[in-house]
Every structure is written in structure tokens, then in C-alpha cells.
């Protein structure tokens, strides 16, 4: 059964911008999925038209099973939303913030749970400070607890490492991984596409409002082929490309690096070059096609502009 | 099928945050009403007639115990929708699972609360200057809770219209303050000139005091029937646009 279903979705603002032009895709229980797309592809229109502060102009939502048009409230008591834009509640701690926010979905003593939201993204001794007090990332991360306080089915995730430290958002991502695996169905939306590739089964990409792939995750580096580059770092200087190595593309970095380009298949070959060379080997380092390759093949080079 | 707890957290909500904020949304408005008692009632008993046996203090509470409702329940849904406006936090509110009828009950229950604290907090003070028996509370209740709620519809109506700070003040100093003030808070309007006295009439504030007034002193200008039957009828159309806007999302949902 699927977590959110989205057919022929449109919306045109009243500026005239048409944000979306007829996005149908449908995420599965308990996926972990990305939606990528460069700034002003309609992903932030597309969250917010399932959350609530954007009405669709055409097609049908249904979350849950359930038609946004249908029962609104419902819809909504099924998803937790994590906004792009920070917000905060001047008036209240953030233990209040959290209790008001349980309350919203008809939650009382809910103490314990937000407890431990609180400690899983390290804001427990911020717990009664004002909402005015904490910091970007802090703020970021209140958001995040706000949408999990109702224990969600689907929790929606608007770019919410932004701001974030390198050790903080390893934490946010090691605790929706827990949810994830019990049962959580997440989506996703972020600019760090190293993310996308490590977390997310499937991976949608949107420009312009149009669905430019979908597919899992792995499936979409592969769609861009088995490239492989391989960095061969030598102990002493070379002073010419050995011949072995010519068949792989070779580019000599510097007198010390030599940069070799092959397809997977051809991984025997080039260990058995590598073995007949006389130069010593001092370290390797290889690299494949990256999700960050996928995205700018079919977002900026699709539009000319790299 | 109705969010009840949602409902009553929407309106704790919205009653803690003018609670925490007291000395602005509660103390500020007795303190002015203490003055306006000071100044206006000492210096201007002698300047206007009164009618059989109620003094010009016991004229003149009644009147600015309206003022503060009036003021405070406007001020509590208007100035709460564009703070949150400015924080970012309408996205939420159009989030979180409740209906329109149930956001709408949520704010306008506080911004009752809020306009009697102050219009009681005002009568309190007013019995150290004077004292008063009341004629009917009946009538008291149902003009106090009334307006509030028609200015709690307007608060609504103006926080939701005003995306800025500056159009809800040019509201309050330019629309809200001189109907207020020509309202008949510090004079009856019998004493005024029938050309004056008529176009006082197109003002629905002047009803709610004179309404609120015969329930304390018993001294009213018009009948008691067509003020309630303004004072209704006013209401029910203000809600009626305050809950369509909220409907149909305007200036809160794209």
C-alpha cells in the first residue's frame, strides 16, 4: 500500500508561475525517499501542498490512502512535516512548544516521548529554554521534534540538515534510520545528495515542476553507466606514462599521479597492468559514479547550463 | 470528527501567550483606564449633564469598561496572526489537524477571555473611585461577551487582511480609536447635536455601550431590543466573514 500517492498534480500560483506540471509518483510504506531537484523545482510547493499551507490547483493527493480533498485532517494527523523555513514560537520553552504541538494532535502526557525526542537530537538541555535562544541548527532541530511528537506513519523532511554540524546531522540521520526500520516512511528532500545516496532507497528527481526519474537509488548511478575512475599515486616521480597503462584513458596529474578511466567489467585487466608496471605504487583511490553526477546530468546539463 | 483536545490546546495557546505577556495585554489597558478615570472623571463631572441620580463616574465606567474589552479582544487574535506571520509559524497553523471552525473557536474563545480580564480588571478598579449596583447582569453578560466576540471576529478578520504591523495600527489609531472615542464612552450621546447625535447612530459601538451602561445604571439612550438586535446581527455577520476567510485560506494558504 502506498504511503503517499500523487497523480497529475499541477499549480500555478497566482503570479502565474506554473510550480508543478503534472507529478504522479507514489511512495511505499516504509521507503525512504528522496526528491532532488535544484532551487525552485516545485519540491518545497509539493511538501507544502500535502501539509496544508498550499492548495493544488489539479490532480489528486492521497495520503494514507486517503484524498487530501477527502479528509483534510486526517491527512494530517498521518504526516509530521519538517518546513525548510525555521520558525519559531517567541512565547513558549521548548518543552512547551513540544507539548503544545502533542496537543494539536490530540495528545495529553506526552512528557516521556518528548523526552526522548529531545535526547535523541541532543536538545535536552535546552528543554526549557525559550525558542528565541537557540541557535540555527538548534531551531532546525526543533522542527524536527515537533513533527515527530504525534508519532507520525509519514514524516516529511524539507532539507532539514541545513545548518546542521557534520556530528549533529550524523545523529539526526542515525536516529531516522531507527524510525525508518521500524516503520517510518520518510521523504526526503536535501541538497547534500551524499544523503540522498546513503539513505534513500529510491530516489526521485523534479525540474521544473516535471518528474525527470525515478528509480531506487543504485539503479539511477548505474543508469548513468559502470565509469569507474581510478587515482594511481607513485613513489617516485614518472617521468612517462607506462604502456601498460594506455589502454585506460590515462591523464597524468603530476609528476607523481596518474588518473586512469575504465568500466567496471574491465577491473582484471587493470589489476594485471598494474602488476607488470616497474614504478612502485604508494596509494590508490577509486571513485564511480556519484548521485551528484545523476542529478547535474538531468537537471543543469538537461537545461544547458553547465 | 471534531479535535476537541486540539481545539482547547489552540485556544491555551493563544491565552498563554497574552498571559505571558501581561503587563502589555493586561496592566497597560487598567493603567489608561485609571487615567482616563482620573482625568476625565474628575476634571469633566461638572461639563456634562447628567441625567436623575447617576453621577458622571458611574456614567463613564461602564463606558471604559467597553473600551477595554472592545480594544483587547481586537488586539488579541490581530496582533497574535501577524507575529505569526512575521515568525513564520501560519505555515503550522495551516498544518496542524484542525478544522477552520475549530482554529476559529480556538482564537475567538481567548479573545473573549482576554476582553473580560480586562473589562473586569477595569470595573474592579473603578469601584475605588466610585461605587455602583448594577440593574441588570443579564444584560451586562450578554453585552460584554457579545462584543467581545464581534471584536474578536474583527481582530481576526484585520490580523488575517493586515500582512504587516503597520496596516494593523493604521486600523486601530484611524478606524478602531474614534469609533471608540465618538462611541459615547465619555458622553451621552442625548447631549450632542441632532446632526452629531445622527451620524452617531451609524456607529455600532455607540449600541454596545449604551447597552453595557443601562446594565449598570439603568440610563440608556436607545431602546434595549434594537441596540441587542444591532449588537447581534453585527456579530453574526463578522463571524460569518471572519470564518469564510479563514475557509478559504486567504492570505493564509498560496
Known amino acids: 500500500m502506498s504511503a503517499i500517492k500523487i497523480e497529475n498534480l499541477h499549480k500555478t500560483y497566482a503570479s502565474g508561475v506554473h510550480a508543478l506540471k503534472g507529478l504522479s509518483f507514489e511512495i511505499k510504506k516504509g521507503e525512504f525517499f528522496a526528491l532532488l531537484g535544484p532551487n525552485g523545482s516545485g519540491k518545497t510547493t509539493m511538501i507544502n501542498i500535502l501539509a496544508g499551507p498550499t492548495i493544488k490547483t489539479s490532480?489528486?493527493?492521497?495520503?494514507?490512502?486517503?484524498?487530501?480533498?477527502?479528509?483534510?485532517?486526517?491527512?494530517?494527523?498521518?504526516?509530521?512535516?519538517?518546513?525548510?523555513?525555521?520558525?519559531?514560537?517567541?512565547?513558549?520553552?521548548?518543552?512547551?512548544?513540544?507539548?503544545?504541538q502533542s496537543g494539536y494532535y490530540g495528545i495529553k502526557n506526552n512528557q516521556k516521548y518528548i523526552d526522548e525526542i529531545l535526547e535523541k537530537l541532543n536538545l535536552q538541555d535546552k528543554k526549557h529554554a525559550n525558542t528565541r535562544a537557540l541557535s540555527g541548527g538548534m531551531k532546525r532541530r526543533l522542527l524536527v521534534a515537533k513533527a515527530l511528537v504525534h508519532k507520525p506513519k509519514v514524516l516529511v523532511l524539507d532539507e532539514p540538515t541545513a545548518g546542521v554540524d557534520v556530528e549533529l546531522r550524523h545523529n539526526l540521520w542515525h536516529y531516522m534510520r531507527k524510525l525508518n526500520k521500524e516503520g517510518l516512511t520518510i521523504l526526503l528532500t536535501t541538497h547534500y545528495l551524499e544523503e540522498a545516496e546513503s539513505l534513500c532507497t529510491r530516489t526521485a528527481i523534479i525540474d521544473k515542476g516535471e518528474l525527470v526519474a525515478l528509480q531506487k537509488t543504485k539503479d539511477l548511478i548505474q543508469s548513468m553507466g559502470n565509469a569507474k575512475k581510478l587515482t594511481l599515486t607513485f613513489g617516485k616521480k614518472v617521468s612517462k606514462i607506462p604502456e601498460a597503462l594506455l589502454p585506460f584513458d590515462p591523464k597524468k596529474q603530476n609528476d607523481h599521479e596518474i588518473i586512469l578511466h575504465f568500466e567496471t567489467q574491465d577491473i582484471n585487466k587493470i589489476l594485471k597492468a598494474l602488476e607488470s608496471i616497474k614504478y612502485p605504487i604508494v596509494d590508490l583511490d577509486l571513485q564511480g559514479k556519484k548521485l551528484e553526477d545523476v542529478f547535474i546530468e538531468l537537471t543543469y546539463n538537461r537545461n544547458g547550463k553547465l | 470528527?471534531?479535535?476537541?483536545?486540539?481545539?482547547?490546546?489552540?485556544?491555551?495557546?493563544?491565552?498563554?501567550?497574552?498571559l505571558k505577556v501581561y503587563t502589555q495585554t493586561i496592566f497597560s489597558p487598567v493603567i489608561s483606564n485609571l487615567l482616563y478615570l482620573a482625568i476625565f472623571?474628575?476634571?469633566?463631572?461638572?461639563?456634562?449633564?447628567?441625567?436623575?441620580?447617576?453621577?458622571?463616574?458611574?456614567?463613564?465606567?461602564?463606558?471604559?469598561?467597553?473600551?477595554?474589552?472592545?480594544?483587547?479582544?481586537?488586539?488579541?487574535?490581530?496582533?497574535?496572526?501577524?507575529?505569526?506571520?512575521?515568525?513564520?509559524l501560519l505555515e503550522s497553523l495551516m498544518t496542524i489537524p484542525l478544522k477552520r471552525i475549530e482554529i476559529l473557536i480556538a482564537f475567538m474563545g481567548s479573545a473573549v477571555l482576554r476582553g473580560l480580564i480586562v473589562g473586569t480588571a477595569t470595573l474592579i478598579t473603578g469601584l475605588f473611585f466610585v461605587s455602583f449596583t448594577t440593574i441588570s447582569i443579564p444584560i451586562i453578560l450578554f453585552a460584554s461577551i457579545t462584543v467581545a466576540l464581534f471584536f474578536g471576529f474583527a481582530g481576526l478578520v484585520a490580523g488575517i487582511w493586515a500582512t504587516e504591523f503597520d496596516k494593523i495600527a493604521f486600523l486601530t489609531n484611524f478606524v478602531l480609536m474614534p469609533l471608540i472615542f465618538l462611541g459615547g464612552v465619555f458622553y451621552p450621546i442625548s447631549s450632542l447635536p441632532p446632526l452629531f447625535a445622527n451620524v452617531s447612530s451609524f456607529n455600532p459601538i455607540v449600541y454596545m455601550i449604551d447597552l453595557l451602561r443601562y446594565g449598570f445604571t439603568g440610563v440608556n439612550d436607545f431602546s434595549l431590543i434594537f441596540s441587542m438586535g444591532i449588537i447581534s446581527t453585527a456579530t453574526i455577520a463578522m463571524g460569518i466573514i471572519a470564518y469564510t476567510l479563514l475557509a478559504r485560506g486567504y492570505k493564509l494558504q498560496n
Request: no cysteine; net charge positive.
Open chain 2, 41 to 88: 472623571g474628575l476634571s469633566m463631572k461638572r461639563a456634562i449633564p447628567m441625567e436623575g441620580d447617576v453621577t458622571y463616574l458611574q456614567f463613564l465606567v461602564p463606558g471604559l469598561i467597553m473600551m477595554g474589552i472592545i480594544n483587547n479582544a481586537f488586539q488579541n487574535p490581530s496582533s497574535s496572526i501577524v507575529i505569526m506571520r512575521y515568525q513564520g
Open chain 1, 59 to 100: 490532480g489528486t493527493v492521497k495520503i494514507g490512502g486517503t484524498d487530501i480533498e477527502k479528509d483534510r485532517e486526517k491527512t494530517k494527523m498521518i504526516l509530521g512535516v519538517v518546513p525548510q523555513e525555521i520558525s519559531f514560537d517567541s512565547f513558549f520553552s521548548v518543552n512547551e512548544v513540544l507539548i503544545l
Open chain 2, 1 to 18: 470528527m471534531a479535535n476537541y483536545r486540539g481545539t482547547v490546546t489552540l485556544f491555551k495557546r493563544e491565552t498563554k501567550r497574552f
